[in-house]
């Protein structure tokens, strides 16, 4: 069945370092790849997203790439800061026969001050 | 705030008991979904309602179902409650379908003892 599978599954770094999460995908029918943001305690918020007809997509600090022929996408954050620390999933949906979305496991990432 | 509101915030309630959770979406949203999120899990999908039809399905036990009303309110019921149906349930909305951004709701914490 259809699966996404997301690393590394927790993430420390230092404030101002980079931060990078991998997602692969299994369904090559899949077109739109959003990234949810969840704070402690809170709901999931979307942060970003690409669909595939684009390899990238930047937002000031948060940026996006997709690799379609390797069925990847990672999430990049610049530039960290305390409040980037959070649960990050990665997602993926297409509209073929099925119509959902597959969510990664998530990845919980620490930024150090 | 999202837009998409649930209720109640919290419920406690016994094994064997049936319970049901309230969804409203943001106004002119068409789809619904509901996801399961277990202590420290990921976000299991359960269904999808669009324009009060099922639309897709995930790992959604026999024990629960949905439905969709044609305010495009809805309700999943959870019936036969087990321990390990304690979890946190999400409700998310989005304009038409899996392709665009889900808003997500607060939540219901669901405790079964």
Redesign the interface.
């Known amino acids: 069945g259809e699966n996404v599978e997301q690393h590394p599954s927790t993430l420390s770094v230092q404030e101002g370092d980079s931060a990078v999460i991998k997602c692969t995908y299994s369904d090559s029918a899949s077109n739109y790849f959003p990234w949810y943001k969840q704070e402690l305690g809170k709901r999931p918020q979307l942060i970003i997203d690409i669909r595939s007809n684009v390899g990238e997509k930047k937002d000031q600090r948060i940026a996006v790439t997709l690799n379609k022929t390797a069925k990847h996408f990672s999430l990049h954050i610049t530039e960290t800061q305390p409040e980037d620390s959070a649960v990050y999933f990665c997602a993926a949906s297409s509209k073929t026969s099925y119509d959902k979305v597959i969510f990664g496991p998530g990845t919980s990432l620490s930024v150090i001050p | 705030d999202?837009g998409v509101t649930q209720t109640p915030k919290h419920l406690i309630t016994a094994t064997g008991q049936r319970v049901t959770l309230r969804c409203s979406p943001r106004s002119g949203d068409l789809s619904v979904?509901w996801y399961q999120q277990s202590l420290d899990?990921?976000?299991q999908?359960l269904i999808?309602y669009?324009n009060g039809e099922e639309?897709?399905k995930?790992n959604i036990l026999e024990r629960f179902s949905a439905q969709q009303f044609p305010d495009l309110h809805s309700e999943l019921n959870l019936s036969s409650l087990e321990l390990g149906d304690s979890a946190l349930y999400?409700c998310a909305s989005s304009v038409w379908?899996?392709?665009?951004?889900?808003f997500?709701?607060?939540?219901t914490r669901l405790t079964v003892l």
Do not use: I, T, V, W
Request: hydrophobic fraction near 25%.
């Open positions: 999202s979904y899990q990921g976000l999908f999808q669009y639309r897709a995930g999400f379908d899996s392709n665009n951004e889900q997500f709701g607060p939540g």
